[in-house]
């Protein structure tokens, strides 16, 4: 089993179209987990941190449950800008190890 | 500014070279890593380094030798022994802690030939 699993996609959404994406991971003493975007040929940026409580900045909601082991993304009022792919971090218990999914690819049509 | 640098932004050789990727970083960050990408593919962990003079394989390590002389750059090289070496190569640094996320250089492009 991979140690962090997405769903690949692609998923296509018209503008103003609500979207999650899910991300699994395996290990339960895992410490942190992330949100990162990235475009086509560039290098990865961070979109938002999870925390425990879940957290919303504007449009992008993110939560955790460590229960069943994965975080979610929530994209509301979807953009053309928004096109990307978002990979899901976390950060397992061996200090700063740090593991990627594969990513999920968005593509947000007119 | 504060940030990573990786240089050179695009590469190219001839397979049986050895080459070395460049990753420096003025964020005074102690944790370096370094990963590799596939078209379509996610990032894989080729190594990392916690501190100075120390250093860890990840997934993918084979054909591939990383030194941390310096808090501030992390070179990897890639050598005869990869087989498959042209991807796009991201270097990333971190603060220690696990509240901490990782930071991002501009990456290199390699293409052996």
């Known amino acids: 089993r991979k140690e962090v699993e997405q769903d690949p996609g692609p998923f296509n959404v018209p503008e103003g179209a609500t979207v999650a994406f899910n991300c699994t991971y395996s290990?339960?003493?895992?410490?942190?987990f992330f949100w990162y975007r990235q475009d086509c040929r560039k290098e990865p940026k961070l979109l938002m941190s999870?925390?425990?409580s879940g957290n919303e900045d504007g449009r992008f909601t993110a939560q955790l449950n460590r229960a069943s082991q994965y975080i979610s993304l929530l994209i509301r009022d979807s953009k053309l800008s928004d096109s990307a792919t978002y990979l899901c971090?976390?950060?397992?218990?061996?200090?700063?190890?740090?593991?990627f999914g594969a990513g999920t690819r968005l593509t947000v049509k007119p | 500014d504060g940030g990573i640098t990786q240089s050179p932004k695009y590469l190219f050789r001839k397979e049986g070279q050895n080459v070395t990727l460049s990753c420096e970083q003025n964020?005074?960050?102690?944790?370096m890593y370094w990963y590799r990408q596939d078209p379509g593919q996610g990032l894989r962990l080729i190594y990392y380094?916690?501190?100075?003079?120390?250093?860890q394989k990840g997934d993918i390590a084979e054909g591939y030798s990383v030194s941390r002389e310096k808090k501030e750059s992390f070179p990897l090289t890639v050598t005869s022994a990869q087989k498959n070496p042209t991807a796009f190569y991201l270097c990333?640094?971190?603060?220690?802690?696990?509240?901490?996320?990782?930071?991002f250089g501009p990456g290199t492009r390699l293409t052996v030939t």
């Open positions: 990333a640094s971190k603060a220690s802690g696990f509240s901490y996320e990782q930071y």
């Open positions: 290990n339960s003493a895992s410490q942190s």
């Open positions: 999870v925390y425990s």
């Open positions: 971090v976390v950060n397992l218990p061996y200090n700063n190890d740090m593991r």
């Open positions: 964020l005074n960050h102690d944790a």
């Open positions: 380094s916690q501190i100075v003079n120390d250093f």
